[in-house]
């Protein structure tokens, strides 16, 4: 294709040995592996094939049953189909380690980690890959420090640790894993990681605002009508209960996935590229977003949690309470809906609606950016004639779409809505797109922190976050709603928008 702009090429990795705390959880078994085999097997070389892996948790296991559940888990959730001979290669430089909760376990990860290196001729390059719940990072950080296994920021080669969302449970607790971690961590050497910044769509919007001048022309309340960010899982909590029903919702996925989303399509342009010029700009959106006071909680946020229904595929599902490992006194949401307001300059009076949950009707998560009306007159005199509209839509079927009235041909003067539609499959074919946690593991071994919150953006988030908890603690001022599993979510979510005189825009 021609007038191809390459501003940044991704490089090779450097050869460094990532260890995965909690390697027999969820987020290893679903996400990491997959991502680590993709970057040997793309065929892009981005990973040096020397490169290890170490598995570090509790449970005992063999080496021989990592690798084969490594595979299998791989098989099932990788976006590249396994290739046994590039499997070889991953699984020769895959290792495990048990002991992680053991008094000795991390003297073992120092004598395991020189013994791989030694082994396969590896520099001292290490990726500390915290995937294990909040309360156990700070610990997890100071076993390291003690064990000797951070080197200095200087040092010739990196420790670098990447910490997973949510980073704590609540604003006190996120400001206590952030002071653990500078304690014995150079911010650089801190990678928060939030796998949504990873995706292409939400990558692309940056491309999309600030090298396409017709949208930046028209982004802010001059033009905007309103906005619509949602996220929609068909899934179910599935066999994360014990995790999710200490989170929720808006800790889940609000916190973190969604103001980053928001923050990256609202933010000023920055004054380059770099990660500290991005991470201003973002920051500065949440500088002024609108808080979410009790006295207003009632009206602008609705909890939800779902019963039971018909899921995506048209089977029946059990509710959310009967879902196996929820306690009977659960207080989770498994929906947050939310009206807020980016109090600055260029948003001013322009109404951001979000909501997302799980086991809604599909899977979708979009942006919608809905344009003013134009004037009563001509065309919108008589009747209304449908806005613009903006669809950026961030999986499935990444792409986006703008909606436009035109006249049908004919000899008639007929109006009709039009969708110019822009699909990455079409466009960039099947496959081209690397998941998240590809392109984001490989920037951790590059030091590369463009794409990752920074403390005061985690330590911001939450206090937004923070101030909606505390409006809902006395479970009466907003009370639980219930939608079928396999709805859009719970009528309140509809009279939220409906009394600001808008509606759900279907994703
Ligand atoms: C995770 C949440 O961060 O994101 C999960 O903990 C959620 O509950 C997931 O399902 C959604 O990610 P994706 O990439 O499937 O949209």
Known sequence: MDNLLTMQRAQPAPPCTVVIFGASGDLAKRKLIPALY?????????????SAVLGFARREMSLDEFRKSAHDWTARFSRLKVDEGCWATFADGLDYLSGLDHPDGFTK???????????????????????????AIGESVERLAQAGLISPPDAPNFSSVVVEKPIGHDLPSALEINRVLVKHLDESQIFRIDHYLGKETVQNLLVLRFSNNIFERLWGSRNVDHVQITVAEAEGVGNRAAFYDCAGALRDMVQNHILQTLSLLTMEAPVSLDATAITDAKLNVLR???P????????????????????????????????????DNSRAETFVALKTYID????SGVPFFIRTGKRMKRRASSIYVQFKDVPQILFNRDSAVPANAL???????????FDVMTKRPGLDLVLQPVRMNLSYKTAFGDGASPDGYERLLLDVMDGDHTLFPSA????????FVQEILDSWSDGARVPMAEYPAGSWGPNEADELIGTAGRVWHEP
């Not at 993709?38 to 020397?50: E, T």
């Not at 669809?391 to 779409?401: K, L, V």
């Not at 005061?456 to 206090?463: A, G, P, R």
């Open 38 to 50: 993709n970057l040997v097997a793309c065929g892009q070389g981005m990973m040096p094939a020397k």
């Open 109 to 135: 990860l120092k004598v395991k980690l020189e013994a791989i290196e030694k082994a396969r001729g590896l520099p001292p390059n290490r990726v500390y890959y915290l995937a294990i719940p909040p309360e």
């Open 288 to 290: 002024t977003l609108r």
């Open 292 to 327: 979410i006071t009790p006295e207003h909680a009632r009206a602008t946020t609705v909890r939800a949690r779902y019963g039971a229904g018909i899921d995506a595929d048209g089977k029946p599902v059990a509710g959310y309470m009967d879902e196996p490992g929820v306690p």
């Open 344 to 347: 600055n300059w260029r948003w």
């Open 391 to 401: 669809t950026i839509r961030i999986q499935p079927d990444e792409g986006f779409s």
């Open 456 to 463: 005061q953006f985690v330590e911001k988030s939450w206090e």
